[in-house]
């Protein structure tokens, strides 16, 4: 029997394993009062906001804890239809990237913003899985602000894991590539494969990302990473699989070893390296797109060089250790002194030791090296062994009190064990296969230890069916007595990855309401009704519109033609909370605008038709509602009807008389 | 003063009161047992599918009742990159449209299918309001299996409203436009723009849709609509509104007659004289697409003819009642005998009788006439007013106990009245400005008067803040006491306009868990991992792929070249329940494949630059999921690198040994 049969076998058990799953009994004894612990009544708040990513949504959804319900999709990576998001002429360019307008992508970890290890509430970040790509999220709007490019590397899975006080933001290529990129055997990979470790600088003001240097590593699968805090701040550990190499059937070749490396990075010294001028700058391309939120324009940058630091030629920068078994998350402790490896297939879980591991590094207690890299020591960094945990490790985080928490995919269930005695406390079923899990800042120096959210990968038999196609369902855990117990189960919008949690007092203080519009600074906003018109330009046609309660300014046009590019620049002028307006133009070859107060949004519309079209609000924004809507003449190339526009000229007295109306009516509101 | 200043005034009214909502205690007193009465443990089912319309999403949206938990969002009408829909090669063809391909619609009224009054759980048709069109989607797979154009039409909201045993789908023109299309001005409406009321035939086996005929109406703007049932059955119910034929500014010019019009329609008479020859056929274009579920693909057909129905020709095929004031809502109460006209600007409610407006129609009570149609008196067609009911009544559902219950946008309120006396029993605040509401089964001859939820459009401090964007609120409530008892707050996606409510049973039983491989007729299937290959014609690639736990075969594939249009067809080879595997390649233009288990997707990719690109499952499927990947070599235009593809060749006997292990341990699981 060789080596890859018997990988076989234990792939085979895992199989049959999970199979199992469905014979069991899902029915759980919930606790009596878990229905008043998860029930938030009419009126009032939930506690905490979830942030989980949307995995092949490749947006981010936000959930209340403990209600278990979505507040809000946020489109990042991908095109999204119901806001415009992707479709109007403003946002677009946030798709940019060295491969072209690319309107989809894999969202995996949540990183929120944190100073002296703590949330602080700022913005989020998000990777991009596919097409390289960091994304940030401003949590005072909610939006989409940022989306960096990553150059050279392919499957951004390692990301973006943030360091202490938003230093960095650190990455791994999941998927090694000839560097720079050329036409070579996929055979030749480990001659011509390489990965590489990034670190995006975080502005401290503005939250604005910039590539700061790239490590060029061996290549293997960088998969999951930590950064240190307190005692270990500065350090960075990056999981990584197939150390072997291998370029075909992971599955098994892949699998071969007893233990994969776990990368261990000083990134102190490499700013000592950088400052030094030891590195090269290579000419690569890539795309930074940044949305001004004055204008509200998405603003897209090609960047043509980038930094390279070479472990060989800065000595002291990374260090491997090694880690059973195709480790998947490697975890930090909130007191920063212990790392979890979690070996996806291995049948215990290796806690380690930072002090040990420096210790080791300075009495060079090292077991070889890989391309000039010393491979510290794995006893010599060794804390201890958590013995037969469960299995299917995948990702630990901690409470605060001393106890880490587990998820283990093959066995299907969460478990809780001390980290200084590597005992194990409690287990929880869950339903099923678990990935992630999180605790409100879990993974950083001060978890809330209230809650526990498991995100599992197979739902099968947990809510009313919906066909072939299904939401990844999560479960919501009391973590705060001795024993784990379960609440809530729900269901999570496409596949969540990692989720973060953050306490509702950090965030929504600093919620915007409307975007003010004496700030607006839209090069096509248009400032009150009376500025509403329409310019021509060649074949482009320009409409300055403008929505309020309850008409569109202009809503008869007259004089378009066919082949026009017709760009309707729509400002929604109300000044007051959850009075969007939305725009739609009938057979239109895009999506709608949904335009929030106080901002400008663009729709491009290339009439192909003689006809009178009509175009309405598609948000129902007050009891006329339905009337708010007009019509668009659109005739022949070569016609020679004129352009002409506007509201019914002889009610435009009573209108201004309505605005003195609704300017009243705001004040007696005091607004 | 003159008229529209004495409508500016009702509206600035309205203004004020909506305004005031912000102030008010939004604090709830929720009986004790709200908490249990939502919950649904870990383990055990809601009682109801709701599905509610996504509005500006153009999507539909599935929810439990009681729990409030989103279950799935259907793609309808918008691209979705989730899981591909509207960017693989089998779905594109939905989007067609005489307008080219729409990415992009705004849903708003659920229908599902009926037998004798009754949901039988079949199907579910839905709108799209913007570029005309109706959606069905098949309740065993929950997805889009047919898309329908309504010719000649703008703005198709009032649709697809269905009869009792899904003879038809009824639908009219919102916004009125020349027929045919011609290049007129716009202030020509009245001479120039007409409506037109749709038939839409459902075949009774397999649900298809066909245009049955068109009738030609005068240019109002049809709002909504219900068909009779029971004694009513074979009539349909259409509100308008801008009965002025206002082109312009309608918040104030089509707010000026006292009463607008229902148009009241015979469709067996319709029938008589479509046999009789009675119609014209008028040459036109619109798009039929039906997704062929053995194949998986969508096929796209351009009609041109319709056959249009002149009242004029076909005498007592449509009436008009007046409704007082710009009316919304038209409601038929269970027992088919009563008819609500919900007057959005009305101080009280009418309430019509069927048998009082057939006497008047045959004693010919009428009062004046429209372009030749009779108007049936008020009066004589009312069963009784509704007083002072609310401010801005919309919509109206019944609970099968003789009540009625309304929405009243302005007030924010739901109210409870009884059909046969028309006095007011309970009113209950909702926050805030309700559109719709629903009741399981609350339009049809079998209301299940257990809950009622409310559609809120303004949503504000319901939740915890989420920037400017907010999702809308719903609001379930129990009503089957005296009095209605508010449950739960919950948010809904995008904008829900109307849902309906079935109890899960109807459904459940039905669902789909995964489509057959043996029954898959895609012409690019790949039946077994041994017929995966890629094959070149000139510069089109097509790669047979196949998806299974925890490989994709091919997975190194060299010899392709920029410029080439590579095809990834993707088989996905489980046969068990929440087994997708997903397929994402580095840089494609385009979303990802999410594939269903025994389904083919395929991507089409055109590769910019000379790399090699990897490629990967986005679905976590096992625990070797981050394994299931591979690389695709790109060469230069003109290189002789050639075709080759495959696994590691030396492993592909273990795999064969991995296969029967699997197919052993499904077995073993009993499937």
Redesign the interface.
Known sequence: M?R??IN??I??V???M???C??RD???I?HGD???Q?????????EF?AFLS?????QVT?Y?IPS???????PVF??Y???GYG?SEETKPMFN????????D?SHHIELSQQNGEFDGRWLFVNG????RIARVDL????TVEILEIPDV??L?CAPFITENSEYLVSGT??S??IP???????SFKEN?KGLINYVSVDPEHGHMELAFQIEMPGF?Y?LARNGKGPSHGWSFLTS??SEQ??????????QMDKDLMAIINWKKAEECLAAGKFTERTTSYYHNLHDEASGIVKSTELTTTKILDPKECPDLVYFIPVPK?P?GADVDPTGEYLVGNG??SADMSVYSFSKMMKAIEEKNFDGEFDGIPIISYEAGLHGIVQKPGL?PLHTEFDGRGNAYTTF??SSEVVKWNVETKEILDRHPV?YSP?HLTIPGGETRKPNGKYLLAMN????D??????????HSA?LFDISGDKMK?L????T???P?YAQIIA?DM??PN?????PIEENTHPHVTLGEGNSRVERDGDEVHVYMTAM???LAP??I?GLKVGDKVFFHVTNMEQ???M?H?F?????????L?V??G?TRTLLWEP???????F?C???????H??????A????QG?D?PLKW???EE?RE??Q??NA??D???T????
């Not at 291998?246 to 699998?255: D, G, K």
Request: hydrophobic content about 35%; overall charge negative.
């Open positions: 060789n890859s049969t076989l076998q792939i085979s895992a199989i049959l999970l199979a199992s469905s014979n899902t029915r759980q919930v878990a229905a008043e998860v029930y938030v009544p009419p009126g009032e708040y939930d906001y949307g995995g092949y949504s490749g936000v209340g278990g319900r979505m507040f809000k999709e946020i991908s095109q239809p119901e806001n479709y990237t060295s491969y072209g307008f690319v309107p989809w894999d899985n596919n097409t390289p005072t709007t909610f939006e392919a499957g899975h999941r998927f590539v000839p990129q050329k036409d070579v055997p996929i055979e494969f699968n998969d699989y197939n291998a370029h075909t059937l992971l599955e098994v070749n892949a699998s195709s998947h996806k297939l299917g995919f093959i339903y990935g990968k197979i739902t099968k947990r809510f009313l069916p919906t066909g072939p196609e299904m939401m479960q379960m809530l189960d729900f269901p919008k496409s596949e990855h509702a965030v929504m919620s915007k309401k409307f975007y309660r309850s008409h809503d008869n007259e007051d909370w959850d969007p939305g739609a133009m009938q057979g239109a070859r895009n999506a709608e949904l929030m107060p901002q192909q038709k003689v006809s009178v079209f009509a309405y598609t948000d129902f924004c007050s009891a006329l339905q009337e708010m809507s007009g019509y003449r659109v005739s022949a016609s009807v506007g509201l019914n009610l009573s209108q008389a309505a109306f609704y009243q009516a705001k007696n509101a005091g607004k």
